[in-house]
């Protein structure tokens, strides 16, 4: 990078250094708000206020931080999962995740196209809804190449409706809404339908050691379902403009999988560090050299994502519209009460 580009990287490492501490103080900590999401507000206030104002020479090491940062937090975020997790929740909460990852996006899909709402945007409230809500919107948005105020919009309905379950679902839990569920299928339910990593672990110590521990490694099995996702979006998108080129008239191209490298770079680190825990696992030095990861690849992603608010502006969210939150509205009420019978009937 140049001297201008490292300008523009510093401005949003500036800004993603103030998210990362606001995100500690206690009464955000009490919302499981994350670093994340603090980030992308930030850099909608700078966008709507002082970016117009930025030499664009400057752009250049905003994108660095939209793109390179979001590949390489991505990957690092593997050292969160293990193989061994896997086979902690058993088949059959592996088979709920599936389901709710797979009806999800086909019902986000099939919704999308009945509003009218734009493919990219479509995927990646999708995806996020499915899976695990920023951080899975950041994963789709390399492969689907969406505006910056698209992935904005996205993050944000993910936001909003994990947010409110992160309160409902402890309600339900403690007035005996949920009696039908015993708590390890308390811990299904909410891992495997819950948007943010950050909601589920709110969600979960609020109902109980227990419901908290599954829980959490519910959604860690549901996150690493981000790589098939992420490969099977990449074949259909790739093979969706090679129709329509040739629809065109164009000449008939040979068949290419955009692969998306990161992805399996992602996998890779989850079988690493599944061996690390597998013989080294109680080590203390493992466990504090995976938190420096941990910290890392969460600062990657704050950056990401405050480089893409930073390219946000009000009046995109309203040429927008309502039809996103819309979207998003249907696929929360199929994670809430779909994924409720799910999990009664196969837990």
């Known amino acids: 990078m140049n001297s201008n580009s490292i300008k523009g ?7 993603s250094v103030a998210a990362w501490y606001i995100a500690t103080l206690p009464a955000v900590k009490a919302l499981s708000f994350s670093s994340l999401i603090i980030g992308i507000l930030i850099g909608m206030v700078y966008a709507n206020t002082l970016r117009y104002k930025q030499p664009k020479e ?5 994108k660095f931080c939209s793109k390179r940062m979001l590949r ?11 193989f061994q997790d896997v086979i902690a929740v058993g088949p059959k909460a592996v088979i709920i995740d599936c389901i709710v990852v797979i009806v999800t996006l086909l019902l986000g899909i099939w919704a999308g196209k009945r509003l009218g709402l734009d493919r990219e945007t479509t995927l990646m409230t999708s995806t996020g809804s499915a899976i695990c809500g920023a951080a899975a919107v950041l994963g789709a948005e390399s492969i689907v190449k969406g505006k910056p105020h698209q992935t904005a919009v996205a993050v944000s ?3 909003i409706f994990g947010t409110l379950s992160m309160f409902l679902y402890p309600i339900m839990y403690r007035s005996g809404l949920c009696d039908f569920l015993c708590p390890q299928q308390m811990g299904i339910y909410t891992g495997a339908t819950l948007h943010e990593v950050a909601h589920v672990v709110g969600a979960g110590n609020a109902m109980g050691d227990q419901i908290a521990t599954d829980s959490l490694i519910v959604k860690m099995v549901r996150v690493m379902l ?18 329509e080129k040739e629809a065109q008239g164009c000449k008939k191209e040979k068949s290419k999988i955009n692969i998306p490298w990161f992805a399996f770079i992602f996998l890779l680190m989850i079988g690493v560090n599944s061996g690390l825990h597998a013989i080294y696992g109680g080590q203390p030095w493992l466990t504090e050299g995976l938190k420096i990861v941990e910290a890392v690849s969460t600062f990657m992603l704050t950056l990401a994502m405050t480089a893409l608010g930073s390219d946000t502006c009000i009046d995109k969210f309203k040429q927008a519209g309502a039809k996103p939150f819309y979207l998003a509205g249907i696929l929360y009420v199929w994670l809430v009460i779909g994924g409720f019978f799910l999990v009664r009937c196969l837990a």
């Open 226 to 243: 981000l790589v098939p996702v992420l490969i099977a979006m990449s074949w259909l998108l790739g093979k969706r403009k090679r129709q």
């Open 72 to 82: 390489l937090g991505i990957i690092l975020y593997g050292f969160r999962l293990t």
């Open 9 to 15: 990287f510093l401005v949003i490492a500036a800004m």
């Open 157 to 159: 309905t993910v936001v």
């Open 58 to 62: 400057w752009d250049c090491g905003i």
